[in-house]
């Protein structure tokens, strides 16, 4: 079993943190991430991966950064990748704030070309802990590896940033980040599994098609989205990022790691106010998933929870 050991340190300039890197099937129904995160220099214990991993510290002037590599293969391509986050030192609830991304070789160097994929150079999934809070979001590329964008996060406690981008030459890869934001967390509510929810103006029901959700078992998982005046099918739904819809879930579970991550990309030609994702759970628990789809430029989401057996 691997370990990733990962340091939070402070200091008078911000708050860094690297991640690995695994690359993934691009474009899979099923992408998974994963990271062990510690503070004061706690280690943790990661979940096993299919690969070596080395843990490293360096540190500059202005900032202190964790480090750690992860050696990777897919399709008989070798990538070897270092990514970190850097955050201001202090980040309070509800209140906007920077966050840089760079993205770098086993060397340091800084991996400067990158692939747009689903309509952006990288797709950022910021979600609470707790699995309360959901943020989808699009780093903006300054060149030389660096990435940057604002971020809001509603309250105190940790937070994971599954982080999505293409390097040229390179399949469609996924990073696990972890920040914290001080202070005494709220209690987590449970996972709410009412299938039918009305979110705004929208009703929103989701249905399985097997009645029962199993592990490593292929399931259509489907949207019928209606509007709440007169209960017809909603008619005006666009692309969102290239698609009908998509849909990202996390199971539940502390911490939150690669093997807990699944994306899953709309079905094409499904009906009138209703869209299609198809995906299997890989392990059993409860999962809380989140589906975004584009209402004459409104991004509309809706959120569920689901038992795996």
């Known amino acids: 079993m691997n370990r990733f050991v990962a340091v939070l340190v402070k200091s008078t300039i911000g708050i860094a943190v690297l991640t690995t890197l695994l690359i993934a099937q691009g474009c899979s129904p099923r992408v998974k991430s994963q990271e062990a995160a510690a503070d004061k220099e706690k280690p943790t214990t990661a979940q096993p991966m299919g690969s070596m991993d080395h843990q490293e510290h360096e540190t500059s002037k202005s900032e202190h950064q964790k480090g750690g590599i992860d050696h990777s293969e897919h399709s008989g391509n070798k990538v070897t990748t270092q990514v970190k986050l850097t955050t201001p030192k202090d980040i309070k609830p509800n209140t906007t704030v920077p966050l840089v991304i760079n993205v770098q ?16 150079l990288m797709h950022l999934i910021v979600v609470s802990d707790d699995l309360q809070f959901f943020n989808h979001i699009h780093p903006i590329y300054k060149n030389n590896g660096r990435f940057e964008v604002q971020a809001n996060f509603p309250q105190p406690g940790s937070y994971t940033l599954f982080s999505d981008y293409k390097p040229t030459g390179n399949t469609e890869q996924i990073s696990v980040l972890k920040t914290q934001l001080p202070g005494k967390s709220p209690s987590t509510p449970p996972i709410d599994l009412k299938l039918n929810k009305t979110f705004g103006d929208i009703k929103a029901n989701l249905t399985f098609s097997q009645p029962t959700l ?48 699944i994306h899953a990309h709309a079905l094409k030609n499904t009906p009138s106010g209703k869209v299609n994702f198809m995906t299997n759970f890989p392990t059993p628990g409860t999962y809380k998933m989140w589906g975004q789809f584009n209402r004459n430029g409104r991004i509309l989401v809706v959120d569920f929870g689901v038992n795996v057996q």
């Open 105 to 120: 070789d086993k060397d340091g160097k800084a991996i400067a070309n990158f692939d747009t994929f689903q309509e952006k």
């Open 214 to 261: 199993k592990v490593g078992e292929e399931v259509t998982l489907s949207f019928d989205l209606k509007q709440t005046s007169n209960n017809q099918p909603v008619q005006n739904l666009q692309p969102y990022l290239g698609e009908l819809g998509h849909l990202v879930i996390l199971k539940q579970s502390s911490p939150l790691t690669r093997a807990d991550y």
